[in-house]
């Protein structure tokens, strides 16, 4: 058991539990208290909705079969309330809930009967993701006297005006800060929103990232073209 907790970088988190079979909820408040994680158990979505106003949970574990309220409405209610994780468990086997779930922001679901091994590994796995997506938004890449905030897709320059980049450019602008001094191909380059290789779309955003970002755009020094290869972003990054 011990070890489970030390092998938990989550260990600490606060879960909260929507679910009226005390059976379940014990089971499942005992494999998270195996892994270090603190629980709180509600017995229907009114306690849940009550207690998300006094605390802060980072996930919350929601019964879609409630007796006092439509588990997809819980679950848009706790969003509405609170930007923890959501995990469904749900006995109905029905897809169109799973989907609806889904589509309402849940982060995942989980059927019952379930084993709470694997109940508690996509416990984690949600954790992890939500954290990677934290630190990405608030992380800063500085370059040539440039400040690129990744979360708000807004440039810094030294005399501290800022610019917005559009989505594609600040997609763009991610890859190159990521993998600086490297030959990217333009296929590393595109999003998915590019169809085809040949499309000139990605020479285009290049041209405009480099009005943004060059003191001479004709004779670009940071983002350099190589013939025949794709772009080389020429720069050190430094992480903030
Ligand atoms: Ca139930």
Redesign the pocket.
């Known amino acids: 058991m011990k070890e489970m907790k030390e092998n938990n970088p989550e260990a600490g988190k606060l879960i909260a539990i929507v ?3 005390p059976d379940v909820a014990r089971t499942i408040e005992q494999v998270l208290g195996d892994f270090g994680f603190r629980t709180i158990w509600c017995r229907n979505a009114g306690e849940l909705l009550r207690r998300l106003r006094q605390s802060a949970p980072d996930l919350c574990i929601v ?1 879609l ?2 007796p006092d309220m439509d588990g997809l409405e819980v679950m848009q209610r706790v969003r509405a309330q609170s930007p923890c994780g959501i995990l469904i468990l749900t ?1 109905r086997a029905h897809v169109s809930d799973r989907v609806m779930g889904l589509e309402l922001g849940a982060d995942d679901y989980v059927l019952k009967p379930f084993e709470p091994r694997e109940l508690v590994a996509r416990v984690r796995s949600i954790l992890r993701r939500r954290e990677q997506l934290a630190d990405e938004s608030s992380q800063l890449a500085e370059f040539a006297g440039w400040r690129f905030n990744l979360g708000n897709n807004t440039l810094q320059g030294s005399d501290g005006e800022e610019h917005v980049l559009s989505t594609a450019e600040a997609d763009l602008l991610r890859v190159f800060v990521r993998n600086p001094n490297r030959i990217l191909q333009r296929e590393q380059l595109m999003g998915k929103r590019d169809l085809q290789p040949t499309d000139r779309s990605i020479d285009v955003r290049i041209s405009r990232l480099r009005r943004k970002l060059e003191p001479d755009p004709q004779n670009p020094a940071l983002i350099k073209t190589v013939y025949g290869a794709g772009y080389l972003f020429l720069a050190t990054v430094n992480w903030r």
């Open positions: 679910e009226d079979d019964d079969g409630l006995g």
